[in-house]
Each structure stands twice: as C-alpha cells, then as structure tokens.
C-alpha cells in the first residue's frame, strides 16, 4: 500500500545541550539516516527540520512558524505528498526497520492509525502510520498547532498499537544511545 513518510527533525535537543539530536551517530550512521533509511520504501519523504545532508533525496520543509513544536510540524509535512497514509516518524528512532515500516502500513486496517509502543509500552504517536484525512482533521481541529501537545491533538482518533517493541525505543538521553 502506499504511504508518505513524514519526519520530524526540527527539535531542539535541549538535553543534547544543543547538539544536533538528528546528526548523531550510532553504528556509523546518523540517527537521521537511520530513520530514512526505514522510510525508504515511502512515495514521498519530507524532513521537517533545517536542512542537512542525508544518504538519499528527500523534501525539506520547516514548521511556520519555526520551532513550533511536533503538532506543527506534522502541519507543514502533511502539506507534501498524496498518498492516502502517513507514516509519521521522530528522527530519533534508530532501532525502526524498513519492516517496522512496512508493518505499520499493513495494520493500520481500519483504524485512523496504527503505532508502535516503545519497550515500556508507551505509545508513540510520533512512529504510527496514520489515515492522512483523519490526522489532517485533528490538526485542523486544534486551531494554530504551535506549542499543542501531540497527545491531546490526537486523543479523539482511533489508534491501535504494537505490543511493545525497541523499534519504538527513542532517544531522549545520552544514555538512550547505549540500549
């Protein structure tokens, strides 16, 4: 089935002290790669973020205005591509696979998304692949996105998730990197 991806990579890595989160390296390639990589198999792929350089093509977009969080940012993403699903990943997610990808987009079945839960079992919302109608609406029903909480900006839609798995596992620390 065919789906964009969408990649958030505008954060400010605040606990990073200021170190791009997204140019990090793990197994000698960069947390930004790793995810694009996973998403290769997408029709489109926008980067919400700076630019930067990456291992293959991609669209570049920014959040307007920038820094407006994640909610933002998947407004500005969602302006690229058509396909009817959205795969919705963080650029801190080293451990999702092309076949996490892959796996998302098929069970998605009828649900508005289907995501993966981190080993803890915590939803991420930000590696899901969604109904690219049903997350443009929540988007839209929230007003300005700037500064709104993921959470509470997809609460009303119909999601399932993965049993708990390390491709949801993501990288918040330093400490993170040694898992």
Known sequence: MEFDAI???GGGSTRFGGVDKAMLVLDGMSLLDRVLTAT????STVV???VRTT???VDWTVEDPPSGGP???LAAGLAHGSA?????VSCDLPWITEEDVTGLVAGLGNHAGFGLRDT???EQQLATAYRRTALAKAIHDVGDPRDKSVRRTLAGLDLAWT???HAGDDVDTWADLDD
């Open 71 to 73: 909610v933002a940012g």
């Open 7 to 9: 990649v958030l990579a």
């Open 120 to 122: 803890d079992g915590q």
């Open 55 to 57: 291992y293959r093509e």
């Open 48 to 50: 919400v973020g700076p």
């Open 163 to 165: 049993e708990p798995t």
């Open 84 to 88: 009817p699903i959205v795969v919705v």
């Open 40 to 43: 290769a198999g997408a029709a």
